[in-house]
């Protein structure tokens, strides 16, 4: 962003715990036969099936996005601190499971794609004393239901099955839930059969080195600086930047941060920016995100960074790399650098994505090294620039960046809104990921 100065809660789902981030499908615990078994309707199997199925969406029970415990604390104090019983399993692969499930608990987990049309293998990972247990599944907050699956007795409540069914669902995003319409049985993991939990894995060679997951209920300030002003960011914008939670909230394991039509500061808009500045930074790698983004005259969403000298040597000799930027209504998204070259005099560089459907997540990337700059969407480069030894004075994107999200409203690049745009109107991220070698 040149010169900045810089849900769905998914009421239905499982008992305690958890439907794994979806983005997390390289479960973090291999289970024996816990890659979605072929079936059809409602089988169990004490092992489980090692069919290899191409496409499978693997959920940790314990990294849902969202969840309702109905009993006070964490009985099993496990993995995570939130008011969900979390304990180690037994199971094959070993990690954690939800368990003490109640009536009326559920899990929810966003962001799961079904790329076409038709019937798809739910399976549960289960464990329980006695028959009785009910899983009931739903989309998008309960307003697309999808049936029940009965939980058989499995012998103990470390003795695993596997419990599966066939359902069919129209092609799409999805948050889903799981939600315990009858207890009695703990739950280590959940599978799909051909549907994708959202996520672009790196390249080979990458390693996790920071993220933030949203997976909370309020933003991570040990992480995350919010900014509170009415600056315009340098380019005329019209709204003014709040730490309220109507601008910016973390929910259903998502950022979210809208911008609103109000009068508000001697401003007619509010909308949110946050930042990594002093808290953590990155000099090359891979930084990705996947977001869904509003549309519309005057909106400006933007994923990206600025040199830590920013404060020192000021905009443009710190440097500005723009991961993504979209303005109004166009198909394609931008990534840009910004920066002042070998004469002292501001430049820039950029190229837009092909066309993409905003009215679904996209993981939007850079990687950064000691002679490229390139730009993803879903995996597809449509942007490089050459840095290598500084050349063209590119030296600035020699050090290390912090990272920023915002949702600016108007502005020099994009116009004001006008009556055509919604409002409010949100950009939804699902995680932020930086990658090292």
Not at 408 to 425: E, I, K, Y
Request: proline share 4%; with cysteine.
């Amino acid at each position: 962003m040149k010169t900045k100065t810089i849900n769905v809660l998914l009421a239905s789902a499982l008992s305690a715990g958890a439907i794994a981030g979806c983005g997390d499908n390289a479960a973090r615990e291999r289970v024996d036969g816990g890659q979605a078994p072929v079936a059809p309707v409602q089988t169990a199997t004490q092992a489980g099936s090692s069919a290899n199925i191409a496409a499978i969406c693997i959920l940790q029970a314990e990294n849902y996005s969202d969840a309702f415990d109905t009993t006070a604390g964490n009985t099993g104090n496990q993995y995570r601190a939130d008011n969900v019983d979390i304990e180690a399993t037994s199971d094959a692969g070993g990690g954690y499971d939800v368990g003490w499930t109640a009536n009326g608990e559920w899990l929810a987990h966003n962001n799961i794609t079904f790329p076409t049309s038709g019937a798809y293998t739910f399976a549960y990972r289960v464990a329980a004393p006695s028959a009785g247990g009910v899983i009931s599944t739903d989309l998008n907050g309960g307003t697309i239901p999808l049936g029940s699956t009965s939980v058989p007795a499995t012998g103990g409540w470390q003795n695993w099955a596997t419990v599966q069914r066939t359902i069919n669902v129209n092609a799409g995003t999805y948050n889903l839930g799981t939600f315990i319409s009858s207890a009695g049985f703990n739950l280590n993991w959940i599978s799909i059969a051909g549907a994708s939990c959202g996520t672009t894995p790196p390249p080979d060679g990458w390693t996790l080195a920071w993220a933030d997951e949203f997976n909370g209920t309020s933003l991570d300030t040990s992480k995350w600086n919010i900014e509170v002003n009415g600056d315009g960011g340098g380019n005329n914008e019209l709204q003014y930047y709040t730490a309220r939670s109507e601008n910016i909230r973390v929910t259903g394991g998502e950022l979210v941060i809208q911008a609103r039509k109000e009068a508000y500061m001697g401003k007619q808009y509010t909308s949110g920016r946050i930042t990594t500045q002093n808290k953590a930074s990155w000099q090359y790698g891979r930084i990705e995100a996947r977001m869904k983004i509003p549309t519309g005259k005057g909106t400006w969403p933007a994923f990206w960074m600025l040199g830590n000298s920013i404060n020192s040597a000021r905009w443009p000799a710190s440097g500005e790399i723009d991961i993504m930027e979209h303005i109004n209504s166009e198909a394609v998204t931008h990534g840009t650098i910004h920066w002042s070259d070998q004469n002292n005099a501001y430049a820039n560089y950029g190229g837009p994505s092909g066309n993409l459907d905003f009215s679904q997540y996209h993981v939007y990337a850079v990687e950064w090294d000691t002679s490229m700059i390139r730009w993803y969407v879903d995996g597809n480069k449509f942007h490089e620039v050459n840095i290598a030894g500084g050349i063209n004075g590119t030296s600035e994107f020699h050090a290390p960046f912090f990272l920023l999200f915002n949702l600016a409203v108007g502005g020099n690049w994009p116009g004001s809104p006008d009556g055509s745009t919604a409002f409010p109107n949100q950009m939804q991220v699902d995680y932020v990921r930086v990658y090292r070698r």
